[in-house]
């Protein structure tokens, strides 16, 4: 258990601490060095921002903290304000972030007349406004006529407000090296230049805006030492005045030395996770904390310097800081996937690179602290191997069984195997860690660029509208004839991929023009150089340094489509049951007065059932979408894969709100599915083995990231007979091609209890998609779609 200290520091960050602030120091300090920059290089003006802001955050120490330093300027829970990549949006939610629907802030008054008077200085200078302005007007009229406007756009950083980036940086080299060792490397490079030379000139800008950007960090660091130092002389209790004299001296050694202890590596590894959170990143994980941590772990332990309890209170305190720092996104953006999300974590289990079981004493004290410290933001990513023992599953579902809904599980052997068709060298693809989402990404080497995900229901309503949105009546899609017209199921699915393409064509240039946007404008030194091979090459992430870049389409609702399709095949074209006519018109008319047709709709075949019928017409859209990555990938950029996800984006109930009634049987404002490879909530009534079988049909390692999200009764396993037939199911799923799982073990009753009385559940945390909330948090929307989910009482 927690000690009290540490049980302490949990409450402040809990949710019944109240809602998140916003902060405004990053808008302040990066204001005014921009000004002080005008003219100079992008990438120097980015870095000497990071900088200022460093130099002037307000910084604290909280009395029962160990380790130190906050992403804001803020005590507990808050967020900062990317003005450099979008900020528009927040004059506009000024008087409403408190009481809007979705993961709402509080703002003082002063600090709104501040961002009034200060925000207008951005305007036209952000990520955001300069790619807007670079779009051609008939890719930006085609997204923002439809009614989730740029949601719909793989312009996903410029809609974020913070870079989509999915990386796992060098953590490990911060530790062994420390940033005076990074910054070597960079000097040793910058010798071999001939910056008369313009390619080298360029290099030269690189290694300089790294340089400031390292030296940022360092600065950030010893101001805590400093302030560490400055709290001791004047602490009264002696146990305390000693901890902040060795906070002062390990602030004073890392991040800029190599870590001499598991302390010292913990507390450089957080220096940087909030120097690049600042830089503006989005997904970042620490990796396999399990292994690179280890060492010295083994180390402090053998030796007598640590002690087990004083391990997990360290550990525990790098997940509370973890939460401190939450994700401030437009209310359009959060209203489809609301939870204040983090997505910071760490990866556990696994094998090694060389192929052998990875799970050690460290990775259970990692997933022991999960359950005890019970957040709902810190992310925890447990890989499983034909390797791994039971055991090690066991204890994961444990886990997972005690905070309801906090763990994701990969499947080593699917994961690695996707990650080799894409290049990757065998013992590096085994070093892999799961980023944001769930995107696949090696460990400092790999840079993953995610697209908000194609609204494929909106493409097959277009297909079935002759190119009109039926929520908004706009054209906005092609005319691909008029669907009453259509004599086969081969031209309703063949209008649907003329609808795919047209879009996907739209991406790639609306893609394009956003890593030239981020490449000349803020290309992320900092990053950068944590990631292979950006010192060698002299380049950044943006202009193809990074050894393994991917960029991926989204493939989201496609469980709804494979549904409409095999209800149109069947109840159509072979059963003949209904006309094309006949459908359109109940469609048109949101099923009033056709209720026979909705039946005979609802009651076709649906995916997650173990029905090849509807599971093979989902994986011939897999294969189509795989072939269009290989068609458009000579348009991508240097060194950047063309890749498929599916992910858990946008969510099915927010997108659900601007749809049309579809073939499946779905009426007009209801849910589509989660995301990712999930069936339509409540449809998949065969069970889990079924729900998996379906799942294990489309070659989940096509897929660079493919979500499945499940609900059980937690009643299914208590006993040991139980979790055995669990666990090997779960086995039994990995080793036939799974891909991803998380699991709530959450009953309905509960959850209707707790959105009946939610003072009562404040803790209830629930897996919304591919990140934990706290369920009370959640819109009533929300809830009900998490309710509507399945709920698997055995395994059959």
Known sequence: MLNERTTLLREKFASAAGLPQICVEKVRWFTESYKETEGQPSIIRQARALKKLFENIPISIDDEELIVGKPTGRRGRATNINPEIRCEFILKELDTISTREADRFLISEEDKAFLKETIPYWKGKSARDIYLSSVPEHVKEYFMARPLNYLNSPAYTCVLGAYSTHAIPHFDKVIALGLS???????????????????????????????????????????????????????????????????????????????????????????????????????????????????????????????????????????????????????????????????????????????????????????????????????????????????????????????????????????????????????????????????????????????????FMELLEFALNNGYHRFSGKKVGLETGDPRNFKSYEQVLNAFKKQVEHEI?????????????????????????????????????????????TDALGLGGLADVADSLAAIKKRVFEEKKITMERLIDALDHNFEGYEDVWYLLKSAPKYGNDDDYVDLIYKELVDFFDELTVKYQPFMPANFKLVLNALASPGGEFRGRFLGPSPDGRKAGEPIADGGVCPHQGRNVMGPVATFRSVTKLDLSRYHGAVLNMRFNPNMLTNDLKMRKFIQMLRTYFESGGFHVQMNFITTDILRAAQKEPEKYRDLIVRVATWSAYFVELSKDVQNTLITRMEFQEII
């Open 181 to 455: 060792g990074i910054r070597k490397e960079i000097d040793d490079e910058m010798a071999k230049l001939d910056i008369k030379k313009l390619e080298d000139y360029e290099k030269y800008l690189f290694y300089e805006a790294a340089k400031i950007s390292l030296d940022a960090v360092i600065i950030l660091a010893k101001r805590y030492a400093e302030l560490a130092k400055k709290m001791a002389s004047g602490e009264a209790n002696p146990e305390r005045k000693a901890e902040l004299e060795k906070i002062a001296e390990i602030c004073s050694r890392v991040p800029e030395n190599p870590a001499r202890n598991f302390h010292e590596a913990i507390q450089a590894i957080w220096f940087v996770y909030v120097a690049l959170k600042n830089e503006g990143h989005g997904p970042i994980n620490f990796g396999r904390v399990d292994q690179y941590l280890y060492p010295l772990y083994k180390k402090d332990i053998e030796e007598g310097r640590l002690t087990k309890v004083e391990a997990k209170e360290l550990i525990a305190q790098l997940m509370i800081k973890l939460n401190s720092h939450v994700r401030l996104r437009p209310i359009e953006f959060a209203g489809g996937q609301p939870g204040y999300q983090v997505w910071g974590g760490f990866i556990l289990g696994g094998v090694t690179p060389k192929g052998e079981d990875a799970v050690n004493e460290l990775s259970y004290l990692f997933l022991e602290t999960v359950a005890e410290v019970k957040l709902a933001h810190d992310e925890e990513i447990i890989r499983v191997s034909e390797k791994n023992s039971d055991e090690w599953v066991k204890k994961a579902i444990e886990i997972n069984i005690a905070t309801g809904g906090k763990l994701k599980y990969a499947g080593d052997e699917t994961v690695t195997k996707r990650l080799l068709r894409i290049g990757v060298p065998l013992e590096r693809a085994r070093d892999f860690g799961l980023v944001g989402c769930v995107a696949p990404s090696v460990h400092g080497c790999s840079f993953d660029l995610n697209s908000y995900g194609t609204g």
């Open 505 to 549: 064509e739209l991406q790639i240039i609306a893609k394009n023009i956003e890593w030239k946007v981020l490449n000349e404008h803020l290309p992320a030194p900092l990053l950068s150089v944590l990631l292979d091979d950006c010192i060698k090459r002299g380049k950044g992430v943006f202009a193809g340094g990074v050894l393994i870049a």
